[in-house]
């Protein structure tokens, strides 16, 4: 598609209960990248896919978060478990890479609203 | 250690005039790429300008320009003539290593409130 496109917009969900967030990158970008913002914060690095390289996990904050790529396109981000401390905006980007350049720009979807009651 | 620090946590700019956002970095790679980001209050993150670790020049675009000195790591943004809609969140990000396969760090953001 012409943009990251993420889904649902907003996740109003109850502790203790599992979600799944949902990100289509641009098409025929290789990386795909997950961060978390909460309130007023900067951005948290969760995970990065790159290609068919094993994804870098090493931001993930506890084993109740995982997040799959299939076929190299769509990711899902889940959260299980959910705590209140989980409510932030998920925002996922996507970017080409290859080559030698360091200048892959990371293109941000609109982000997923997560609210744990 | 933080990998980039942004020491303003807010900046007040008058309409027109230029402001400068501090952003410092920490990485004992030799290649790596520095990134500016704008958030407005819509929550959109906005790419503004790429400064590569070898970059001899520093990096413009349009209003924007990037302050590169690389022996101090710091990688100030300059914002010329300032309009009502440059206020925002600003983030500043390092890209560690060559080939552009690692994610990107972000700093804890600047917000710039542009006064008329």
């Known amino acids: 598609g012409a943009g990251v496109s993420q889904s649902p917009s907003n996740k109003v969900t109850e502790k203790g209960k599992d979600v799944e967030l949902r990100c289509d990158p641009i098409s025929g970008h290789t990386a795909l990248y997950w961060y978390r913002q909460s309130l007023g914060q900067g951005l948290e690095f969760l995970i990065y896919f790159q290609g068919n390289s094993a994804p870098d996990k090493s931001g993930l904050p506890s084993d109740r978060f995982s997040a799959e790529r299939t076929g190299g396109s769509v990711s899902t981000l889940t959260i299980q478990r959910t705590q209140q401390e989980d409510s932030a905006v998920y925002l996922c980007a996507s970017s080409p890479s290859g080559g030698k350049s360091g200048a892959n720009v990371l293109t941000f979807g609109a982000g997923s609203r997560l609210t744990v009651l | 250690a933080q990998k980039i620090t942004q020491t303003q946590p807010g900046m007040f700019v008058q309409e027109k005039e230029a402001v400068t956002l501090d952003c410092t970095y920490d990485t004992s790679d030799q290649s790596y790429g520095l990134f500016w980001y704008k958030q407005p209050s819509s929550g959109e993150m906005i790419f503004l300008i790429y400064?590569?670790?070898?970059?001899?020049q520093n990096a413009t675009e349009g209003r924007y320009s990037l302050n590169f000195q690389k022996a101090r790591k710091s990688a100030n943004l300059v914002i010329s003539a300032s309009q009502l809609g440059d206020s925002a969140m600003y983030f500043c990000?390092?890209?560690?290593?060559?080939?552009?396969?690692?994610?990107?760090?972000f700093g804890s953001g600047t917000r710039l409130q542009v006064q008329p």
């Open positions: 400064q590569g670790s070898y970059d001899e």
């Open positions: 990000a390092m890209r560690e290593g060559s080939m552009g396969r690692r994610a990107l760090t």
